[in-house]
């Protein structure tokens, strides 16, 4: 079994990643 420390710390990076993406994106179409 995965440690839950450890796939709580990677789900919440690719969250980060995910919500750094859209917002460059958002930012893109902005201009």
Request: proline share 0%; hydrophobic share 45%.
């Amino acid at each position: 079994m995965l440690d839950e420390r450890y796939f709580n710390e990677f789900d919440v990076l690719t969250l980060r990643i995910t919500i750094l993406r859209g917002y460059r994106l958002i930012s893109a179409l902005g201009c």
